[in-house]
């Protein structure tokens, strides 16, 4: 089945700098990425997704790039600030049987320090 | 994105009793829903796929006996855990599947689960 990896684990930058995470997946049929932003003791946002078809995307401050032939996909978070701080989710899916199914990474703690 | 509530958002119960925690999609009719569970600085693990007046398709390793779902309605999906022990503490969550077609899954805002 699929696989996700997510670094780094935690990251932490100052305010005003950018901040990177990165995912690499394992299943080449996957085709939709979303990533989730969950603050503490809530269920988790999605902020912004890219499918498949398309290599960048771009919502304000927050992108996503995505490289099928390496099989990774990063999020980019410029100008951060202090409401950033967070952790961050990448996820993959594909169709199973009709339905699309998260394989989610582990996770990033991203603090901005003000 | 769709709204989506979680009831009740936390729960203490003795170990042997039943708790029923119920997912709804405030504002579209969600034939699809996903429950995971997440345990403490850990990833969110898929339990089960909802699918409104089907059985519920469960994730290898998890017992169906164990946590019961139901989704007698198209804004309505409920888990069951039933004879909690202190290792099912955990933060369940629910999500809806987004209609027309997309696969956007929107997330509940999770129930906290304390078993004493």
């Known amino acids: 089945g699929e696989n996700v990896e997510q670094h780094p684990s935690t990251l932490s930058v100052q305010e005003g700098d950018s901040a990177v995470i990165k995912c690499t997946y394992s299943?080449?049929?996957?085709?939709?990425f979303p990533w989730y932003k969950q603050e503490l003791g809530k269920g988790p946002q999605l902020i912004i997704d890219?499918?498949?078809?398309?290599g960048e995307k771009k919502d304000q401050r927050i992108a996503v790039t995505l490289n099928k032939t390496a099989k990774h996909f990063s999020l980019h978070i410029t100008e951060t600030q202090p409401e950033d701080s967070a952790v961050y989710f990448c996820a993959a899916s594909k169709a199973i049987q009709g339905a699309q199914k998260l394989v989610f990474g582990q996770g990033t703690r991203l603090t901005i320090n003000p | 994105g769709a709204v989506v509530s979680q009831h009740p958002s936390r729960v203490i119960c003795k170990s042997g009793t039943s708790v029923k925690i119920e997912c709804r999609s405030l504002?579209?009719?969600?034939?699809?829903m996903f429950w995971y569970r997440q345990f403490p600085k850990q990833s969110l693990m898929l339990m089960a796929t909802?699918?409104?007046?089907?059985?519920?398709?469960?994730e290898q390793g998890v017992e169906k006996d164990k946590f019961l779902i139901n989704h007698a309605s198209l804004t309505l999906s409920t888990l069951t855990v039933t004879s909690a022990h202190p290792e099912d503490s955990s933060f369940y969550i629910c999500?809806?599947?987004?209609?027309?077609?997309?696969?956007?899954?929107?997330f509940g805002p999770g129930t906290r689960l304390t078993v004493l």
């Open positions: 299943d080449s049929a996957s085709n939709y």
């Open positions: 909802s699918n409104e007046g089907s059985k519920a398709t469960y």
């Open positions: 890219i499918r498949s078809n398309v």
């Open positions: 504002d579209f009719q969600a034939t699809t």
């Open positions: 999500s809806v599947l987004s209609g027309g077609g997309t696969d956007t899954q929107y």
